[in-house]
């Protein structure tokens, strides 16, 4: 998730539009997580569902993906994993590779248990094969989110995925990835949009809900009960002097609060107006 996040905000001071967010499963300690990430160069992501299919799978763990995995690329996408060795693929996909494990054992990246944790060093790659000029917003992403020797680290192993990165062939040997334009072009478009704030912890310090399309507007039925408030996920609902009062600057537009509202019409999701 963290991986997600970095990436996200690399896109973001790169002056993308992006937008990220982790699945989780069953809790239990090692369990595997996926995280989801839409970018755009020219707009907002309004979409808001869940990904199904993907032109880009990154393979943080070491463990070759399951063939249900695989499934997910679309026809033409790429593959990200992090292995030395070739993987054996017929599918319709590109693959590129970098020994991230490797990389986060000669730079001493270790999880508490003493596992490799190639994670930044997949980023690398990543940002090498999709992010014109990424390396440096990479750099400044990691060091946002990591202090002190282990942002030191994580930046070297940052370098090192970039640079170690290789695309595989079907017939031929590995070839390094071309390297995309050079610095002015990323200067002028990160300076062509304002970067915005990457949290997943408060979402105070983001008016989201500038980013709804839809929003609760209560009737004369609400009876005040209050079961909206409960189940509000940005907690955005709240009572003032008997009435129920939604927080427009937070409320994400989910509607989850008109789906659990028990009295007929006292709710309703209406488009918010440009
Ligand atoms: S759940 Fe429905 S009736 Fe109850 S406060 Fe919310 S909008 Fe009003
Ligand atoms: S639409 Fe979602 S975020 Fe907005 S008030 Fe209803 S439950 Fe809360």
């Not at 991230?100 to 999880?111: F, H, P």
């Amino acid at each position: 998730m963290l991986a997600s996040q970095i990436l996200a905000e690399t896109f973001a001071r790169a002056g993308f539009w992006v937008q990220s967010f982790p699945e989780f499963k069953a809790e239990r300690r090692g369990a595997p997580i996926s995280a989801f990430l839409r970018w755009d160069e020219t707009s907002r992501i309004h979409r808001r569902y869940k990904v199904q299919e993907c032109d880009v799978l990154v393979v943080v763990s070491p463990a070759p993906p399951s063939p249900e995995i695989l499934g997910t690329v679309r026809p033409g996408g790429l593959i990200v994993l992090n292995r030395e060795p070739r993987f054996p693929h017929t599918g319709p996909f590109d693959i590129a590779r970098v020994p991230a494990s490797r990389i986060a054992l000669e730079n001493d990246i270790l999880s508490s248990e003493g596992r490799p944790m190639g994670n930044v060093a997949v980023l690398g790659a990543c940002v090498r094969l999709l992010v014109p000029d990424g390396l440096a917003f990479l750099e400044e992403a990691v060091a946002a989110r990591m202090s002190g020797a282990m942002a030191d680290a994580n930046v070297v192993a940052a370098r090192e995925g970039y640079a170690r990165c290789a695309k595989q062939h079907a017939v031929a040997g590995d070839t390094p990835v071309e390297l995309s334009p050079g610095p002015e072009h990323a200067s002028a478009r990160r300076r062509s949009r304002p970067l915005f704030a990457v949290s997943t912890t408060d979402s105070r310090g983001n008016h989201t809900g500038t980013w709804s399309l839809d929003r609760p507007v209560l009737t004369d039925e609400c009876t005040a009960c209050a079961v909206c408030a409960l189940f509000c996920p940005e907690g955005v609902i709240s009572k003032n002097d008997g009435s129920m009062v939604v927080d427009y600057l937070y409320c994400k537009g989910c509607g989850i609060c008109e789906v659990v509202c028990p009295v007929r019409n006292a709710i309703a999701m209406e488009p918010v107006s440009a």
